[in-house]
Structure formats: structure tokens, C-alpha cells
């Protein structure tokens, strides 16, 4: 199957999502600046898995600075932050199952001029499936707790990644996909399982290597 796909965008960036996080499309890493540009222009294949074994070498940045470019506006929509940053595009991995849960009840509402209305689990999947784009961002094996409180992180996980098919998608992570030396299972197949790495790592795959940007002055 080609999943490449071209994504329009604007030449003047507008930050929906996590509008407070440092990013800046001169400030990402050039080589990484120029395979976006080839996801964009549909000469590469989604989904972008995009790596490192350190945190804070600019992957959130990174996905954001590709949603303030290419995500689409919704300026008048009024809704709690959660579903504000779903709905630029933003998902965090960690808090996504309680999110869809909590829909599930339902407890998020929308309002805009005029008209307003519930939020329900199934128009989230919805627009998780037909978004222009996405971010999935610190994809990470759960926490003890989150499994105990019965969070899906597996499920959304793959489904994300089925929704997702064809269509814009970008996984920040700290896990590896590859195998190591050995010929020992990749990490991404421990956590989760074949499937899941497969579809995964099906588009283009990117390492952020060197050390965290968080400490540099």
C-alpha cells in the first residue's frame, strides 16, 4: 500500500496546540527539517516514527512545529484543554485512554457561536481517523497504575495506527525499532507486539541522536 500523502499547510505558523512549548521551524535539525519537507510534499511515506534514546532532543518541537504549519484552524471552538489539543491535532500518548474513557460518560462539551454540544468517544475516533494530521506524541509503555486503572494504551495504540492508514501521522517515542546486534526482538515488539511494530515503522522512520536540549543555555 503507498502511504504517502501530501499535506498542505500555511506559510505562517498558528499554534492550537500546546501553544506555550518552545519550537521553531529554523530550530529543528536540518536533516530533520528535510525529510518533513518530503513527508509534506508526499515524496516520503506516513506514518513519521520519530525517535530517541534521550529525551528532550526536540521531537515534540519538532511535531508540533509540523502541526502549526499544517493543521487545520478552529479558533472559535470553546472546549477543555484536553479536547483543545486533540482537536489541533496533539495527542498525548499518556493521558489519550482517559481521555476517550471520560467521553465514554460523556463529560466534554464544545461551544461555539450560537451552537454547542456533547463531545462523545466516537465522534473523538472520528476525528482521529479524518484530521488532516496527527501527533501522537511520548508513546511509552504504560505505568503500573495506568494498567491497573484499566487504561487501553495497546488498543489506542493500534487503532490509532489503523485509523490512521494512508493518512498524516507522527509517533514520538523514546522506543528503539530496530533489533539489536544480537538479532534479539526490537524493544518496540517487547512493549507491545509484532503488529503494532509493523505498523509503526511502516512509513519513515527517523533517530534524533544527541543530548537533551532541555539543559542548554
Known sequence: MDTACRLPGRKEPVRLARPHHPRTWPGIDPKLRACLKTLVDGRSPWPLYLWSAS????????ALAI??????????????EELRDLMAGFCDFAIL???LRAAEKPRFYWQEPGRGGTVYASDLWRWLKSARIIVLDDVRLPSAREQALGEDHYGVFKRVLDERIGRPL???????PWET???EMTELV????DRIADRAVSGTV???AG?????RR
Open 55 to 62: 529525551p528532550g532532543t526536540g521531537k515534540t518541537s519538532a
Open 67 to 80: 502541526l502549526d504549519h499544517c493543521a487545520p484552524v478552529r479558533s472559535d471552538w470553546s472546549c477543555s
Open 97 to 99: 485512554p482517559g481521555v
Open 170 to 176: 507522527v509517533v514520538t517515542t523514546n522506543i528503539c
Open 181 to 183: 546486534a544480537s538479532g
Open 190 to 193: 517487547r512493549l507491545f507486539d
Open 206 to 208: 527517523v533517530e534524533l
Open 211 to 215: 543530548d537533551s536540549r532541555r539543559w
